[in-house]
């Protein structure tokens, strides 16, 4: 089956950049991500981490 796919593929002009701006998408969210959290205040990770033991 992945042999179809890459036959396909293969057809499009300028396929090779997909990959590469999925990659730059990834590690941008992760980035971000990890930004995010690390300046996250203590009292708002307490706060967080409870969520699921609440009613």
Do not use: Q, W
């Not at 002009?13 to 990959?19: F, L, N, R």
């Not at 590469?20 to 009292?43: A, D, G």
């Not at 708002?44 to 409870?50: D, H, S």
């Amino acid at each position: 089956m992945l042999r179809f796919i890459k036959h396909n593929l293969e057809s499009i002009d300028g396929v090779a950049i997909y990959p590469m701006i999925s990659l730059i998408t990834f590690f941008t969210v992760f980035v971000v991500m990890l930004i995010i959290v690390l300046r996250m205040k203590k009292s708002k990770i307490k706060e967080i981490e409870n969520l699921p033991l609440e009613d």
